[in-house]
């Protein structure tokens, strides 16, 4: 029997062996890392063996992940791989610890300038929102007569403040009337 495996009959392909050890590595992105076994069936061994882990084998709630170092018991099973865990705790069968950082998919957090687009309020979106439907307004000024387009406050603002903001939106406006111009002229 090689030392790395499990003791296995032959009528028995897969047998379950406990070990104990730390956490080698773990990719909380990827979901799989390895174990540093260091005893086996309760035997001290004299070099640590690695075990793959995945983390859907891990005992614990919410996000699955293990960190650098951390203690585990684990059952584990030799397979055409190598050794494979089956269930890994932590000490004593407690839950695994995991790690603190969270991959950046899992961290989803809204910017802290999202507002609701119904009411204007932080917090939640236009879908969540628990208002009606509010009437459509000017985001500049926030007037429900017009829109941000044709604020006269915004227009205001920058004819007074002369500014590379002021040149551009006029530039634009000239390039809109032109093309519009162009369109008609087109038509006939």
Do not use: I
Request: glycine share 10%; hydrophobic share 25%.
């Amino acid at each position: 029997m090689a030392e790395a495996g499990c003791p296995q009959s032959e009528e028995e392909p897969a047998a379950l062996c406990r070990g104990s050890g730390l956490c080698k590595w773990f990719n909380m992105r990827m979901g799989f890392g390895f174990l540093s076994m260091s005893s086996r069936d309760g035997a001290p061994l004299e070099e640590p063996l690695d075990v793959f882990v995945h983390q859907s084998k891990l005992h614990m709630e919410g996000f699955r992940s293990l960190r650098e170092g951390e203690a585990v018991e684990f059952t584990f099973k030799k397979s055409s791989k190598g050794l494979e865990s089956v269930r890994v705790t932590g000490p004593n069968g407690a839950p695994c610890l995991g790690s603190e950082r969270r991959p950046k998919s899992a961290q989803k957090q809204r910017s802290k300038g999202d507002r609701c687009y119904n009411c204007g309020g932080p917090g939640h979106h236009a879908k969540e929102c628990q208002l009606p439907p509010q009437p459509k307004k000017c985001h500049f000024c926030q007037s429900v007569s017009h829109m941000v387009a044709n604020c006269p406050v915004k227009a205001q603002q920058q004819r007074s403040s002369p500014g590379s903001q002021g040149t551009a939106t006029s530039r634009r406006d000239e390039e809109e009337e032109h093309s519009q111009a162009t369109l008609s002229e087109n038509s006939e």
